[in-house]
């Protein structure tokens, strides 16, 4: 960069900053503003042309009082004439107000335009940087037409200077990333990727942050880098600290570079080249023993840049999971990170080792830190750590330690932050099915887990308890007895009331021999829950009701005086009336053979994907997400989309007579927030592409591309799957799976990885299929995708003003929502919905506001159809309560 003359100093511009500090109030700050606003004013509109110097220096008056929040609608065209100025002082000026100030849309655009292609055109170094920076900084659509082309040449040409092509591959980054349609792929891709064997390591560096992002859109055509960056990464980790001098970061050699290197490889599957793929093993290996090494500075900024690369490298073993060795060495290392006294550091080794668990190689490696994680869960202060500690806990469980496992987590939950007890209620609700040996133990640890945190289990938990229950005759009798019990506490959660209600109704006959339960007794413990419940939950019960018409006709008589009195046959409620109504006229006129015919036991459920593993993929990473804004794939139209599948049938209609829907009067929160997915689009018609081919793309649409990679050895195959999110924003929720059919799983094992949860826009995450030909088969194995962008905000905050119910009403009502009385199971919960309108659109918009009085905090969950929308609205609401 030129040297700044000692003239440069704009003796003006530091007196005015002076008088700017100098102000005791903010008037007296205004009022300084304004007369300098007015000298400059008449400066600019006089007769008297201005040299270079007064306007660089008024200029800089006015972008240092628009940094001071001032509006400033003046002095543009100023700005824009400094551009043809040959004094590199004066145009970094002009640049850094257009940086800052010009809008996107303005007219002087076409003008800044021509000034950029003459300083690029220039070939002085200076200048052909303060335009590549301006085009970056501003990254308009319209500079991206414009240099989209030109910016490429000056980055492969060989004249270009070092610097000058570290601006041109961070700019040309900052236009792919904005507007990727207009940065043509062509000839200069092969000689971007040969920038990695550049001498200068800052030109290796940028180069590198351009080949990622490239590589995660178009993989095939930067695969050559895999190579080139395996060879640097080694000079580098086998180099001294003082061979890259000036790149050498408190003793360790150009950690940044050596972070984007590692990053970029795990764009790729391993190197199969054997030589390679030896060189990049022993880089790995280097960079774990030098973890081991005593530290070279007792400084913070050391210890940051090691683990930096430490902990890449440790996410590129992971995603490689072909090397056993380095999976378990990486496992002891992040184990001796859970005790280290930095949080940042504990809770990265805990994010890392639960994407270890999942790997079969370091699993066993893993669950040899479990006491250590149990005790992060009880004694981390910050509540992100903890949450990682669940995830991990979650991650390395199996039938081996489920019973402990599943017994801390139910005793961490007394005492979990507000803002995970949902997650991990769902996360002991999995566990307990899945490693249940003993459905009796499954049954106690729900009913626990209801009495723990009754008001975070969500309808989805307690649906999979009946299904089990229904499905499995040896635990119905224990579970009959076992909810009889839980319901004579003082103080039942509704929803232990549903289940109670249910699976009485349903299996009650199986404890009647009982005088301490007879039907009479189960009768009257039910009813008195009855007052105290919701609608939804009392129509259940009256369900439950009918139904013990026909297990016991003894109590026919106390149940129909039930039925016929006026609280239900004069509800207000039309839902209870109706079945109060009906159920009565169906035990005095029905014979004792209709009624158990009608009235029969349920029948098994099919056996379905668990909703609450759906439940939690959704949720992960993301919360509740809106419906009718999903993105949903399936690629091959075999079976019908597993989200569907999974969808339990509503207990109030198992109990019930009437076979339609539930209707939206009882749950028209849940409808709205529902988390149903449907499909999109079928890639059946694209698998003959893959016959006489080993890769290409799958599936595309405008949302999403899906591209194969496949290897084959005799009967053993990996097929690597690249998701490529193709829109600007976010797909949260990201799950892929595969299923087969009975008959397919016997022939065909097929094995998927874990697939990141997020997919950032614009980027490309992959999955990894490893499969087992068995025999020879006919039938194709499904590939489901499922993912919503984002759209949703949810946010807990704590009450800033009294908790008044009435007094939340009156500010929503009075934000403009409608409020929608009677849909939320809670009745303290507000839910409510409106229209944005504006001259382009109409952005609609639902909300529920959860209070929590014993904790003094609100939920609030917003949703709209536009992301920035429901960020706002979020910002503003929480304010106000």
């Known amino acids: 960069m030129p040297a700044v003359s000692k003239g440069d100093g704009m003796r003006g511009l530091a007196v005015f900053i002076s008088d700017i500090r100098n102000c005791k109030s903010k008037e007296a700050e205004v009022k300084r503003i304004n007369k300098e606003l007015a000298n400059i004013r008449s400066k600019f509109k006089g007769d008297k042309a201005l040299d270079g110097y007064s306007k660089k220096k008024y200029v800089c008056k006015l972008l240092f009082i628009f940094l001071l929040g001032h509006d400033i609608d003046f002095g543009h065209m ?297 005790g992060a869960l009880k004694t981390e202060r910050d509540v992100s750590v903890r949450q990682r500690a669940v995830d991990l806990l979650y991650a390395m469980c199996d039938r081996s330690n489920a019973r402990q496992i599943v017994a801390e987590m139910l005793g961490y939950l007394e005492t979990a932050d507000y803002s995970i007890r949902e997650e991990i209620v769902l996360k002991v609700a999995i566990l307990a099915e899945k490693y249940a040996v003993d459905y009796s133990w499954y049954v106690d640890t729900i009913l626990n887990l209801i009495r723990i945190a009754g008001d975070y289990v969500s309808e989805e938990v307690w649906y999979r308890v009946i299904q089990i229950v229904i499905n499995r005759d040896d635990v119905q009798g224990y579970a009959a007895k076992t909810v009889f019990e839980a319901l004579q506490a003082p103080a039942c959660h509704e929803s232990l009331v549903k289940v109670g209600g249910y699976i009485l109704g349903e299996f009650g006959n199986l404890i009647a021999g009982d005088p301490r339960s007879s039907p009479l007794v189960q009768f009257n413990l039910l009813h008195s829950k009855f007052h105290l419940c919701s609608v939804p939950t009392r129509a259940l019960l009256l369900s439950a009701y009918i139904k013990f018409i026909n297990l016991f006709p003894e109590v026919k008589a106390t149940i129909q005086d039930v039925l016929r009195s006026d609280s239900q046959l004069r509800n207000a409620d039309v839902e209870l009336q109706q079945r109060a109504v009906e159920y009565l006229r169906l035990s005095c006129i029905a014979s004792a053979d209709i009624l158990a015919t009608v009235l029969e036991e349920m029948p098994p459920f099919p056996e379905r994907e668990s909703s609450i593993l759906a439940k939690l993929k959704k949720k992960k990473g993301s919360g509740k997400l809106p419906e009718n804004v999903n993105g949903s794939a399936e690629l091959h139209a075999e079976e019908p989309a597993a989200a569907n599948k999974a969808s339990p049938p509503p207990p109030t209609e198992v109990l019930a007579l009437n076979p339609t829907p539930p209707a939206a009067a009882h749950s028209l929160l849940v409808d709205v927030f529902s988390d149903l997915s449907a499909p999109t689009a079928v890639a059946e018609d694209h698998l003959s592409r893959f016959i006489c081919k080993n890769n290409g793309v799958l599936y595309e649409s405008q949302l999403l591309q899906v591209g194969l990679k496949s290897e084959f050895r005799q009967n053993l195959g990996r097929i690597y799957v690249f998701y490529g999110n193709k829109t600007a924003s976010s797909f949260l929720s990201f799950s892929s799976w595969v299923s087969s059919s009975d008959v397919l799983k016997t022939q065909l094992n097929v094995h998927a990885k874990a697939v990141e949860p997020v997919i950032e826009g614009g980027a490309q995450v992959q999955q990894v299929l490893n499969i087992e030909c068995v025999t020879d088969f006919s039938d194709v194995p499904v590939l489901n995708v499922q993912f919503r962008p984002q759209q949703e905000v949810q946010k807990i905050f704590k009450a800033q003003h009294p908790m008044e119910t009435d007094a939340a009403k009156a500010k929503l009502l009075g934000f403009g929502v409608a409020l929608l009385e009677g849909v939320d199971p809670n009745p303290a919960n507000f839910v409510g919905a409106g229209i944005i309108h504006s001259k382009s659109a109409q952005v609609g918009c639902l909300l529920r506001l959860e209070p929590n009085t014993h904790a003094q905090m609100y939920r609030l969950t917003l949703r709209t159809s536009r992301d920035s929308v429901s960020q706002r609205l979020c910002q503003l609401l929480s304010e106000q309560f």
């Open 78 to 374: 100023e700005a824009v004439n400094l551009l043809s100025s040959n004094k590199y002082t004066e145009k970094q000026i002009g640049y850094l107000f257009i940086s800052v100030l010009v809008n996107s849309n303005s007219d002087l655009i076409r003008l800044i335009n021509n000034a950029i292609k003459n300083d690029l055109a220039s070939r002085n170094p200076a200048f052909m940087n303060l335009a590549l920076h301006c085009i970056a900084n501003v990254g308009s659509r319209e500079m991206a037409e414009a240099f989209a082309a030109e910016v490429p040449r000056i980055l492969v040409a060989g004249d270009s200077m070092d610097g000058v092509k570290q601006s041109a591959a961070l700019c040309l980054l900052r236009l792919n990333r904005t507007s990727p349609d207009l940065v043509p792929m062509g000839e200069w891709t092969a000689r971007v990727v040969h920038l990695l064997n550049d001498q200068h390591l800052g030109v290796v560096t940028a180069a590198t942050s351009l080949i990622i992002t490239l590589a995660q859109k178009s993989p095939d055509d930067f695969k050559t880098s895999a190579s080139l960056a395996v060879t640097r990464l080694s000079r580098i980790v086998t180099s001294a600290s003082i061979d890259l001098q000036d790149y050498t970061y408190y003793f360790v050699a150009a950690p940044w570079l050596s972070v984007k290197l590692l990053r970029l490889l795990q764009c790729y599957p391993p190197p199969e080249d054997t030589a390679l793929r030896s060189r990049l093993t022993e880089c790995l290996e280097t960079i774990l023993n030098k973890a081991q090494e005593p530290p070279k500075s007792k400084k913070v900024q050391h210890s940051n840049a090691r683990n930096a690369v430490l902990l890449e490298a440790i996410a590129l073993i992971i995603h490689h999971d072909s090397e056993p060795t380095l999976l378990v060495r990486a496992c002891n290392q992040l184990g001796q990170f859970l005790q280290h006294r930095e949080t940042n550091l504990r809770y990265l080794a805990l994010e890392s080792m639960c994407s270890l668990a999942s790997s079969e190689f370091s699993h066993e490696a893993v669950k040899t830190h479990m006491e250590t994680v149990i």
